[in-house]
T-cell receptor, first 111, second 116 residues
Framework: DAKTTQPPSMDCAEGRAANLPCNHS???????VYWYRQIHSQGPQYIIH???NNETNEMASLIITEDRKSSTLILPHATLRDTAVYYCIVRVPSGNTPLVFGKGTRLSVIA | GAVVSQHPSRVICKSGTSVKIECRSLDFQATTMFWYRQFPKQSLMLMAT?????????EQGVEKDKFLINHASLTLSTLTVTSAHPEDSSFYIC????????????FGPGTRLLVL
């Protein structure tokens, strides 16, 4: 049971920032927000995760609203290789809890 | 990030045969690994949770006698599709939980199975 809502698809021009939204209005206090992406015919790739503070790494930035009911993944300068399905997942990072995937957002980066 | 490998990357077999897929954590020990299945144009579906030294936990609707999972060491889990049928053709992906940070899961590259 996915606890997140994402738009099914988005387009982004190459070189521009890609902003991928995710709603998780029922998130609980101990759940983190994780983002993964899956390029066609490959396994999912970890991007970033956070609890309540904004996070940034070499791949992306994660902006979480103050009420934690939504977040945005930002790819600052999208390239054609960023074309993939992006999954937003909330979970408690403990024990044997696996990632449960929803339908994600299919991002198409256009030249 | 942590590296997870799978072998083979793709396999074609005849109906009725068994196929074994290996999942290895290359630079860390994984007490827990997960197996997923993905059909075309669909999302990943969790099949089972594999625990080192104990029996796997299967999701509802997944036949444990058909999808045999063995997690014999801290770096290796295997999934055997027994008596494969064409409807078992799918993309099988394993994942391992890295014991760092907030328990991030890392995924293998997947194994594409085609049953003729």
């Amino acid at each position: 049971d996915a606890k997140t809502t994402q738009p099914p698809s988005m387009d982004c021009a190459e070189g521009r920032a890609a902003n991928l939204p995710c709603n998780h209005s029922t998130i609980s206090g101990n759940e983190y927000v994780y983002w993964y992406r899956q390029i066609h015919s490959q396994g999912p790739q970890y991007i970033i995760h956070g609890l309540k503070n904004n996070e940034t790494n070499e791949m992306a930035s994660l902006i979480i609203t103050e009420d934690r009911k939504s977040s945005t993944l930002i790819l600052p300068h999208a390239t054609l290789r960023d074309t993939a399905v992006y999954y937003c997942i909330v979970r408690v990072p403990s024990g044997n809890t696996p990632l449960v995937f929803g339908k994600g957002t299919r991002l198409s980066v256009i030249a | 990030g942590a590296v997870v490998s799978q072998h083979p990357s793709r396999v074609i077999c005849k109906s009725g045969t068994s196929v074994k897929i290996e999942c290895r954590s290359l630079d860390f020990q994984a007490t827990t690994m997960f197996w997923y299945r993905q059909f075309p144009k669909q999302s990943l579906m969790l099949m089972a949770t594999s625990n080192e030294g104990s029996k796997a936990t299967y999701e509802q609707g997944v036949e444990k006698d058909k999808f045999l999972i063995n997690h014999a060491s801290l770096t290796l889990s295997t999934l055997t599709v027994t008596s494969a049928h064409p409807e078992d053709s799918s993309f099988y992906i394993c994942s391992a939980r890295a014991p760092t940070g907030q328990e991030t899961q890392y995924f293998g590259p997947g194994t594409r199975l085609l049953v003729l």
